[in-house]
Nanobody, 120 residues
Framework: QVQLVESGGDLVQPGGSLRLSCAASGTIFSINGMGWFRQAPGKQRELVAAMTSGGTRNYADSVKGRFTISRDNAKNTVYLQMNSLKPEDTAVYYC??????????????WGQGTQVTVSS
């Protein structure tokens, strides 16, 4: 009923920038929460950035000041702008949206993941 499609992952040099997109489609009534997670090789999946429907944001200390989470309500799309990228940002990034439909209560949906590689 609801599907998330991620895009924007790429190979980029240290200091470069990328913008990840997470587009939701389906019978969406409301998006109540938005978040980006990442999982690097040998590490546990971690929360990178999150935002409530009211606009409250929080970031992992490792990305604070470099990453920005935002949204386009008209397009049901959430973005992660990543600047000043470092090799330690290399990971698979996953979008997670809490979505309510007309016929179901809110629950979490995951994107398919997109690879970000920061390397010279």
């Amino acid at each position: 009923q609801v599907q998330l499609v991620e895009s924007g992952g790429d190979l980029v040099q240290p200091g470069g920038s990328l913008r990840l997109s997470c587009a939701a489609s389906g019978t969406i009534f409301s998006i109540n929460g938005m978040g980006w997670f990442r999982q690097a090789p040998g590490k546990q999946r971690e929360l990178v950035a999150a935002m409530t429907s009211g606009g409250t944001r929080n970031y992992a200390d490792s990305v604070k000041g470099r990453f920005t989470i935002s949204r386009d309500n008209a397009k049901n799309t959430v973005y992660l702008q990543m600047n000043s990228l470092k090799p330690e940002d290399t990971a698979v990034y996953y979008c997670n949206l809490r979505i309510a439909t007309v016929t179901s209560q809110a629950r979490a949906y995951w994107g398919q993941g997109t690879q970000v590689t920061v390397s010279s």
